[in-house]
């Protein structure tokens, strides 16, 4: 188990500790058990982030991965993908000609696989993964964007990608559209389904009110 997580662990454990002596029982009946699961198995390197922002690991299909790939094909320049997993999308846009790119990822267990993959593929260098939370990091120079994250973060996430995004950016949403944002295309079929946003367009559609609400 590597140490940071190990850290992390004990840094909660102390933290519920502190929490009261009927919480402690409690949590040392069956609670402790299941709260280590999840703070060092499932959700490590998250102890910081919102509960309401938290989003869970599911990877990318291989279908999934092809359609958010074609909708940048063509594409140049830095790519990031918001909560990279084991860095597929990542992979596979550094191999479709994107670069950098660039995964932010809070798991340390993701991480490991995800740099893991990317010295196997000879890729150091070119293909980068960053524990990060995807809410702090500055994205104004990014012109490619993949999310594959909950559709209970998109609103946050689309003022966030509003404010900071240059316009030449397109925004590629996997499994979960933007709600209020209009795509520019879209590839796949249900859970496969992938939309592009340029963000030229997004801001043009905000500005001139025929969305309703910006976000
Ligand atoms: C639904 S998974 C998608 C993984 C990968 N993009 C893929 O498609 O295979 C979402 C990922 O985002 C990560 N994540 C969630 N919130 C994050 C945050 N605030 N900062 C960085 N990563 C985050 C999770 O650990 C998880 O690996
Ligand atoms: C992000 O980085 C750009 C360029 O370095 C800078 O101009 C901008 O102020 C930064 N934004 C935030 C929110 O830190």
Same mark, same amino acid.
């Given at each position: 188990m590597d140490s940071e997580a190990l850290d992390e662990l004990a840094g909660q454990l102390h933290g519920e500790a502190l929490g009261g002596r009927g919480l402690l029982q409690l949590a040392a009946a069956t609670g402790l058990a299941a709260y280590a699961v999840w703070a060092v %198995? $499932?959700? @490590?390197? #998250?102890?910081? %982030? @919102?509960l309401r922002l938290q989003v869970p690991y599911v990877p990318s299909s291989v279908q999934q991965v092809a359609n958010v790939m074609g909708l940048l094909r063509g594409r140049t320049g830095k790519t990031v993908d $918001? +909560? &990279? +997993? /084991?860095g597929r999308l990542v992979l596979a846009a550094y191999k479709q000609g994107l670069c950098p790119a660039v995964g932010y990822e809070l798991n340390p267990w993701l991480l490991w696989l995800a740099r893991y993959r990317v010295r196997r593929a000879g890729y150091e260098g070119k293909v980068s993964f960053l524990k990060q939370d995807l809410w702090k990091?500055? $994205? &104004? /120079?990014?012109?490619n964007v993949i999310v594959f994250l909950a559709p209970g973060v998109k609103t946050p996430l689309a003022a966030k990608l509003l404010a900071e995004l240059p316009d030449e950016a397109r925004v590629v949403a996997g499994? #979960? @559209? #933007? @709600? &209020?944002w209009t795509p520019s295309s879209t590839i796949g079929q249900g859970l496969e389904q992938a939309w592009a946003y340029d963000m030229k367009e997004v801001r043009r559609a905000a500005r001139s009110g025929t969305e309703g609400r910006a976000l």
């Open positions: %198995v $499932l959700m @490590p390197g #998250f102890r910081r %982030v @919102p $918001l +909560g &990279s +997993g /084991d990091a500055n $994205l &104004s /120079d990014c012109y499994r #979960f @559209p #933007f @709600p &209020s």
